[in-house]
């Protein structure tokens, strides 16, 4: 059992754009070849270039789909039949969504909590959730605590891994002031990730969240994470574009004017 | 209860080198953190203009490729038979003696017996270079089996193209349309814009027969049926055109909309354009009739049928356009169920590109001069953009359909202009670019130019007198005559079976053709091993050079082993493909962070140490001794393609005072790693846009040696080459087709874009084969040689054949279910999984994670080798056999684009087999 520090008016985290989120997996090698050759690391692999390569990810991409239900149509066709006949199918498209998984720097981590011997702690400075692998016995405990699957074991070194939110990144001085993000922050290509105080109602990574009614993970277990997401934006697919769709009931009457006579008479300048 | 050494300001490494990533083909910048002589870690270099401090997955993992155990170590000598993979390891002396040997008695018989291609293709300055000094016209990159089609049409229609010479306006454009798979190229420039995109709120419209990756975050995704492409856009221009969407005085001024195209069917002028005796063109004007086309304060017309003083009727290349677009054929109505994108959606479609066109048109308080001299207050814009890359080239109706997606573009006033498609320079520089490809030999035995190059008319061709293809690979013949990146897919089965002509020596780099770059890979590897009567191999001699155990090494009698990209000097130069953003140009080099621990040796030098044991003339000073002692390195300082224009822009003069062009400056090198390994030349405020006309820019441009002038570069919405080509089909001219020809030439020689059904679709039974089969690459596994990465194949080692749910239920399909996968050319064996955002006419897989069992040092096991496949497998390089027996390669008519995306297969449940049994693969001919 791990004692959880006083709540920090420091809440770091990060804020995840989910309406950017390609799916590219950038922000999951940056990690990796960061924390491997660093104090936190190495993150080993298993069978690395064998029949089941495996290895520690601090954070990991899971990409999912959305269908909604495939109706018939008016002749009461299913999609292949559609398909075949008339050579379209009246199916509302796929969602696809990507999703960036890693530990959440929960505000009441059990993870922390269920931890005996103290290898487990939330830094009362910052609210980051680190495992001292010194005190690390390789109970796994923690793991089955965490609902997000954010922690990971390595078999080879017999101790649990997880997300430092790059705290050996973060603070330091030997870095140029903007290179102090975690590792997938400056490497997301789509700029989807970003890192800052969420306990600052100030900082831009709150307003962010506030701006675009950011989220939090399973609120309803009760760890109160810190890492936001922000949801996909409303998609604009045509159905409420009403002034574009305004224009294109216009038609021509080509019995009454061929075409090519409009521009006839048009003055171009050149 | 703290850790007791936790560092928090502990440094990353020692020493850090900024260098440039070559983990495909963005060439970004990465600053490479050293420790204790390692690499410890890459990160994107914030201050480069191409990614601006972001990196992506296959950049981190470059420390993996680095240290990859597939890494070749030494020069391999074929001991066994070819394509046993029995090599001698031996010492590069004698590896070089042999190359030199081989080739030297090649360039004293007949310089064209070595057939030189280079499959990653960013040293062509280079490679170019070196072919046209031994002589060889067949030579190439990849870009014949990548994406030619969309570079050519670009280049012949505007002079620019998608990708690498041009991109979106990502700061201003309000609506952008991706077609096709395009998630690799670029990477990181596309990912940036995109962020930006969504977050000004603008729409993202995917069209393409997969939802993945950049189409996941679109706003809209029309799921179209591949090759299709061109008749949806054919729609959307006529939807344009019946509500006069279309900004003309944007076409008189920028583009040859207006001018005057003669009518005299059958005559040896029909088509062309009509001009006055300087031979500029003509266009007309109500007030004073016939007038020079390029004059202003002018008002043409852009209809109507005029008759010139000679008597000559001509009407309007607009109008010749408008006749086509206006036909039914292209209405929503009559493509939509050929799409499968339903009718209303078309028109919606085109409502909502011309409001964001021309209601939403954008004014950038910026002025700016005309070619004219015209002073402008403002640049307007047309905030639609464009991008397509593979999906719209690998078909064989691609060049079209990629001229029909520029012609889009055009009538929208949306080519650079705010908010639309932007030059980068140093394009436009002609339409397209003066150079031609070199034909014949000087007494030196160097080739009289370059041998890649822009055919600008027949008489341009690579054609004997007979008509016959000169090249290899039939590039630049009258079956493919705008193969401006040549033909690579068809090197091998051309060679093996002599048509047109047999070769000495394969020379390859870094191309897997014995794999996932080839069509047909199975009857591909065994061609490689024919024999001829007299027990010689076909293919006589095959050299290979490569820094990994690839596929192809097995096949090669000679492996001379590269190093990895860490570990040597590269140039990333205008003269080559370039790196520029739209606001300004770069250019890059690579140089070694690290030393090889292994016996290997950087390609580019080992090229220069051949080209001067073999004497080739820009080899050698005129005293006969070397002309680059010192190797690339030297070369990319030293060597002048013209008197002070070299490979790197940057720190020229003696000084390194001088930009673009000036006297070699011995310290050019160093400047660079100073500077973060890059140069960047901002455009001038007043020369972002319109650059085709745009005095400011083309001044600029032209100081740095990147144009010869600055007169305006027309926009061809009518290609009069194109016509040229056709006329000569139909019986005019200097130099004409082989009869055999004609009919081909004077169909696809259209001067206006148009549709037409992808080849395979007439020749397979599509009853039997109703399924359409396209692959593309997955964002974090872009090159064949990134799939052997330990981090990277984590994330998949095997690939699955992707289907529409109700396509499988169809078919009685289940997620992991196996498939036989058929063809007319043969069947695979596959796994199947379920994948809601595919087109249900259309099935697809990652490519070129398939791997031959135990290359690329993986385990005999690995699942790359037992479950992971190639579609190549079952597509087929050659069209069967028309009248008389001969088989055109599987391609453009028109650049020879390899046609991988016109795949028809179908579908069938497979009998149970045992669980071990990895894919099986049947290939239907002999």
């Known amino acids: ?270 | 209860m703290t850790h007791a050494n936790l560092k928090l300001h502990e440094p990353v490494g020692d020493e850090v080198k900024t260098t440039t990533c070559y983990m495909c083909a963005c060439r970004c910048g990465i600053k490479v953190h050293l420790k204790d002589g390692k690499v410890r870690y890459i990160q994107g270099n914030p201050d480069h203009p191409v990614n601006r401090g972001v990196i992506c997955a296959k950049g981190s993992a470059g420390i993996m490729q680095h240290y990859s155990p597939a890494r070749l170590r030494k020069p391999l000598l074929r001991v066994g038979e070819r394509g046993k993979g029995e090599f001698r390891e031996i010492e590069w002396d004698e590896a070089l003696a042999l190359a030199t040997q081989w080739l030297g008695d090649i360039r004293r018989r007949n310089p064209d017996e070595l057939a030189f291609f280079t499959g990653r293709d960013q040293s062509q300055a280079l490679t170019g270079w070196w072919a046209q000094q031994f002589g060889t016209i067949n030579y190439a990159a990849h870009g014949g089996f990548c994406s030619v089609n969309m570079a050519a049409a670009g280049m012949y229609t505007f002079g620019g193209s998608f990708w690498e010479f041009g991109e979106p306006d990502w700061e201003h454009t309000r609506y952008l349309m991706m077609f096709g798979v395009a998630e690799d190229h670029d990477s990181n420039p596309i990912k940036l814009g995109l962020g930006k995109l969504k977050q000004r709120g603008a729409k993202l419209l995917a069209i393409n027969p997969v939802r993945t990756g950049y189409a996941a975050i679109a706003d809209e995704w029309l799921g179209i049926r591949p090759g299709t492409d061109g008749l949806f856009v054919g729609a959307l221009i006529q939807e344009l055109l019946n509500h006069d969407w279309v900004d003309f005085d944007y076409l008189v001024r920028y583009t040859n909309a207006h001018h005057l195209v003669v009518r005299d069917p059958g005559g040896a002028d029909d088509g062309l354009i009509a001009r006055d005796a300087a031979g500029t063109p003509l266009c007309w004007t109500r007030d004073a009739g016939a007038a020079r086309a390029d004059a202003v304060g002018i008002a043409p017309v852009v209809v109507g049928e005029y008759t010139l003083d000679d008597g000559r009727r001509a009407v309007p290349a607009f109008q010749l356009l408008a006749e086509r677009f206006l036909a039914a054929e292209y209405s929503a109505d009559a493509v939509a169920p050929q799409c499968g994108i339903d009718a209303a959606a078309i028109r919606r479609i085109a409502a909502e590109i011309a409001d964001a066109a021309f209601r939403q048109e954008i004014r950038l308080p910026v002025a700016w001069t005309d070619v004219w001299g015209r002073q402008h207050s403002e640049m307007i814009g047309r905030p639609v953009s464009l991008h397509a890359m593979r999906g719209i080239s690998a078909h064989s109706n691609g060049f079209h359909t990629c001229r029909l997606l520029h012609t889009l573009q055009m009538l929208l006033g949306a080519i650079d202009t705010p908010g639309g498609f932007r030059y980068q320079p140093p394009y436009p520089k002609g339409v397209p670019p003066a150079n031609r490809p070199g034909k014949s030999r000087k007494p030196d035995g160097t080739l009289d130019a370059g041998p890649l190059g822009y055919v600008h008319a027949p008489e341009d061709l690579l054609v004997d007198a007979e008509g016959n293809p000169r090249r290899l690979d039939k590039a630049f013949s009258w079956q493919h005559p705008l193969a401006v990146h040549g033909m690579l897919q068809s090197v091998i089965a051309n060679a093996v079976a002599g048509d047109p002509c047999r070769i000495d020596t394969l020379f390859l780099f870094m191309a897997n053709m014995s794999w996932n770059s080839a069509m047909n890979t199975t009857g591909t590897r065994r061609m490689l091993v024919e024999k001829d009567d007299g027990g010689e191999y076909k293919i006589p001699r095959i050299i290979y050079v490569d820094a990994y155990a690839s596929e192809m090494v097995e096949f090669a009698d000679l492996v001379l082993p590269d190093t990895t990209y860490l570990e040597r000097h590269d140039c990333i130069s205008l003269l080559d493909r370039p790196i520029s953003d739209a606001d300004g140009a770069s250019d890059a080099i690579r140089h070694p962070v690290v030393q090889p621990d292994r016996d290997v040796r950087p390609f580019q030098d080992v090229l220069l140490d051949l080209g001067t044991r073999l004497g080739l003339p820009g080899c050698l000073r005129e005293d006969g001794s070397p002309r680059y002692p010192g190797g690339f390195p030297q070369y990319m300082v030293e060597h002048e393609r013209a008197p002070s224009v070299g490979l790197l822009a940057g720190w020229r003069g003696r000084d390194g005072s001088r930009e673009g062009t000036g006297e070699p400056n011995p310290q050019q090198l160093e400047r660079y790693k100073e500077h973060g390994a890059f140069w960047h030349a901002e455009v001038p405020a007043a020369g972002r846009y319109y650059k085709m006309a745009n005095r400011d820019y083309l001044d600029w441009a032209r100081g740095l040696g990147f144009v010869g002038s600055t007169h305006a570069q027309v926009m061809e919405l009518y290609s009069e080459r194109l016509q040229r080509f056709r006329l000569a089909a139909q019986g005019h001219g200097a130099v004409q087709p082989p009869a055999r020809e004609r009919e081909r030439v004077a169909r696809y020689f259209d001067p206006l874009p148009f549709w037409y059904a992808p080849f395979e679709w007439s020749h397979v039974d599509l009853a039997r084969y109703p399924i359409a089969a396209i692959t593309q690459r997955p964002m974090f596994m872009y090159h064949a040689w990134g799939s052997q990465n330990a981090w990277l194949r984590q994330i998949t080692a095997r690939n699955f054949l992707y289907i529409h749910p109700q396509t499988a239920q169809a078919l009685d399909l289940r997620d992991d279910d196996w498939v036989w996968v058929e063809s007319p050319h043969g069947r695979i064996r596959v796994p199947v999984r379920c994948h809601n955002g595919t087109e249900p006419g259309t099935v697809w897989s990652w490519n070129a994670i398939g791997k031959k069992r135990g290359a690329w040092k993986l385990a005999p096991d690995a699942p790359e080798s037992q479950q992971g496949f190639l579609l190549n497998h079952v597509i087929t390089e050659l069209l069967p056999p028309r009248a008389g027996g001969y088989r055109y390669a599987n391609a453009d008519p028109v650049t020879g684009q390899a046609a991988w995306f016109d795949l028809r297969v179908r579908i069938e449940k497979a009998a149970d087999e045992p669980e071990t049994q990895p894919h099986r693969v049947e290939v239907a001919r002999a």
Request: charged share 25%; aromatic share 8%; with cysteine.
């Open chain 1, 1 to 270: 059992m791990t004692m959880l520090p006083a709540p920090a008016r420091r809440k770091l985290g990060l804020v995840i754009d989910l309406d950017t989120c390609v799916g590219c997996h950038a922000c999951a090698v940056a990690c990796k070849e960061w924390n491997d050759g660093g104090q936190f690391g190495p993150l080993p692999d298993e069978d690395a270039y064998g029949a089941e390569p495996l290895g520690v990810w601090f954070n990991r991409i899971h990409s999912y789909e959305v269908q909604p239900e495939v109706t018939p149509d008016s002749q009461g066709n299913g999609p292949l039949q559609q398909l075949y006949k008339t050579g379209f199918v009246e199916n509302a498209p796929a969602m696809t969504v990507h999703f960036p998984r890693s530990c959440l720097h929960c505000e009441k981590p059990d993870c922390v909590t269920v931890c005996p011997t103290g290898a487990s702690y939330k830094r009362a400075e910052d609210g980051i959730v680190l495992v001292d692998e010194e005190k690390c016995i390789g109970c796994k405990l923690c793991s089955w605590a965490c609902p997000y699957g954010a922690r990971e074991y390595s078999e080879k070194r017999g101790v649990m891994q997880k997300c430092t939110l790059c705290v050996d990144r973060i603070y330091n001085e030997s870095f140029a002031p903007a290179e102090r993000q975690p590792a997938c922050v400056m490497a997301c290509p789509t700029r989807a990730r970003h890192f800052g105080d969420l306990g600052d109602a100030d900082s831009a990574v709150s307003k962010l969240v506030a701006e675009r009614e950011g989220y939090a993970l399973m609120p309803e277990l009760g760890y109160a994470p810190v890492n936001r997401y922000l949801p996909p934006r409303p998609r604009r697919n045509g159905c409420g574009d009403k002034a574009a769709a305004a224009d294109h009931t216009e038609t021509l009457d080509r019995d009454q004017l061929p075409p090519l006579l409009r521009w006839v008479d048009k003055l171009l300048s050149r």
